[in-house]
């Protein structure tokens, strides 16, 4: 089992821009989220999904957005791309709600 | 916002000896977790404790819950050069999971 994996690990985007950070999990969880950390704060919810088809506002949710077309993959979208958005994101996954989340490797992206 | 807050924000202890940190929230949880992360990497989960449990373990970690006081403690035991790592605190409230921002936890040899 691979657990969670986040593609791609780096990336450096200039203002404006618009990427797509994508989550896999092949263990078969209902809910997948994306969160962003920052230095000297801990993590933060950008969205949230409760299963397949579905998605949720966390946090941060301005600025970006999401899709959880497969239960498998959830996607995190940049439309325009800022300097305030340069962060490390990382997606999670869980069985449920209250249980433990795995998470992924994290991607560093970095906004100019 | 942060919900949970640890102390201290940063550690240093010698190899052998116990590592505590302490985390306090603000608002009723449904379960605390702690949550490891080595420099780089993702967190990797450590223990999870309900609210109506008041200590956990699990190998060399000793989780305590006290909700009257909405506050948490770790202890690491016998700690090690590979304990080095940020430890968060999580409370899981409604639909989240809300992390604080850690504790450095440096182990010198």
């Known amino acids: 089992n691979a657990g969670v994996t986040q593609t791609p690990k780096f990336r450096v985007l200039k203002t404006g821009q618009s990427m797509t950070l994508l989550c896999a999990q092949d263990m078969n969880h209902e809910y997948m989220y994306w969160y962003r950390q920052d230095p000297g704060m801990g993590l933060r919810l950008i969205h949230y999904?409760?299963?397949?088809?579905?998605?949720a506002k966390g946090e941060v949710p301005d600025g970006y957005n999401v899709s959880r077309l497969k239960k498998q993959n959830f996607l995190l979208g940049l439309e325009s791309a800022a300097p305030s958005q340069t962060s490390v994101y990382f997606c999670?996954?869980?069985?449920?709600?209250?249980?433990?989340?795995?998470f992924g490797p994290g991607t560093r992206l970095t906004v100019l | 916002s942060q919900q949970g807050e640890e102390d201290p924000q940063a550690l240093s202890i010698q190899e052998g000896e116990n590592a505590t940190m302490n985390c306090s929230y603000k608002?009723?949880?449904?379960?605390l977790q702690w949550y490891r992360q080595n420099s780089g990497r993702g967190l990797v989960h450590l223990i999870l404790?309900?609210?109506?449990?008041r200590e956990k373990h699990s190998g060399r970690l000793r989780v305590t819950l006290d909700t009257s006081k909405k506050s948490s403690s770790l202890l690491i035991t016998a700690s090690r050069a590979a304990d080095t790592a940020s430890y968060f605190c999580?409370?899981?409230?409604?639909?989240?999971?809300?992390f604080g921002a850690g504790t450095t936890v440096t182990v010198r040899a």
């Open positions: 999904s409760v299963g397949e088809g579905t998605t």
């Open positions: 999670a996954s869980s069985l449920a709600g209250p249980n433990e989340q795995f």
């Open positions: 608002t009723s949880i449904n379960n």
């Open positions: 999580a409370t899981f409230n409604d639909y989240k999971l809300s």
């Open positions: 404790i309900r609210s109506n449990e």
